[in-house]
């Protein structure tokens, strides 16, 4: 389980990247990179880091649920996630 400060500290970085997603974009399409420095470093979007959404987890992570590889092994094998069953051939 991550620290609960590393996860808020993540929602904080995407309500800026929200907030400055506009003004970023139109400053790059004006190429004016001056002024696009000195906005707030986590309004980068690429400063974003993919976390599991129960435990937090960064590493081993599966886009596709949003989850962490541990989680989705405990989901799948309690049939909490439709559609996946454990492989057999």
């Given at each position: 389980?991550?620290?609960?400060?590393?996860?808020?500290?993540?929602?904080?970085?995407?309500?800026?990247?929200?907030?400055?997603?506009?003004?970023?974009?139109?400053?790059?399409?004006?190429?004016?990179?001056?002024?696009?420095?000195?906005?707030?470093?986590?309004?980068?979007?690429?400063?974003l880091?993919?976390?599991?959404?129960?435990?937090?987890?960064?590493?081993?992570?599966?886009r596709?649920?949003?989850?962490?590889?541990?989680?989705?092994?405990?989901?799948?094998?309690?049939?909490?996630?439709?559609?996946?069953?454990?492989?057999?051939?």
């Amino acid at each position: 389980m991550a620290n609960k400060s590393w996860t808020e500290r993540e929602k904080k970085k995407r309500t800026l990247v929200k907030k400055y997603a506009a003004l970023r974009a139109e400053l790059k399409a004006k190429h004016d990179y001056a002024a696009l420095a000195k906005l707030p470093r986590n309004s980068s979007p690429v400063r974003l880091v993919n976390r599991c959404r129960i435990s937090g987890r960064r590493h081993a992570y599966l886009r596709k649920f949003n989850i962490s590889r541990i989680m989705f092994r405990e989901l799948a094998m309690a049939g909490m996630l439709p559609g996946v069953t454990k492989a057999s051939w």
